[in-house]
């Protein structure tokens, strides 16, 4: 099952007029992280952390559309990103932590 997330491209055109979520608009305004960046402290996601946006974002993307993916379904829907220190194994666990704390969240 390909995830919509890998599928979708837009150009900045594209989003005009439209609410464009960022990594800087997960946080809650009292500064607790969203359970996808939680998840990724939680297990050490990253690296050098030069994509971490990308993946985060992409769990999001994830998430939003299926909320109980497999350990396959996660990597498919990350697929469309790349990680130039191949710690592709800990991004794939922060993904499915954080379908574990959304879960708890929800």
Not at 7 to 35: D, F, K, M, W, Y
């Amino acid at each position: 099952m390909e995830s919509r997330s890998t599928r979708v491209r837009l150009l900045a055109h594209q989003v005009r007029g439209r609410e464009v979520t960022t990594i800087e608009g997960l946080e809650s305004a009292n500064g607790v992280l969203h359970p996808v960046q939680q998840a990724v402290m939680d297990e050490a996601g990253f690296q050098c952390a030069f994509c971490a946006s990308g993946f985060i974002m992409a769990m999001m993307g994830m998430l939003n559309e299926n909320p109980n993916p497999t350990r396959e379904e996660a990597r498919l829907a990350l697929s469309g990103n790349l990680c130039r220190c191949g710690d592709y194994d800990k991004i794939l666990m922060s993904a499915m932590r954080a379908v574990e704390l959304s879960r708890r969240t929800a």
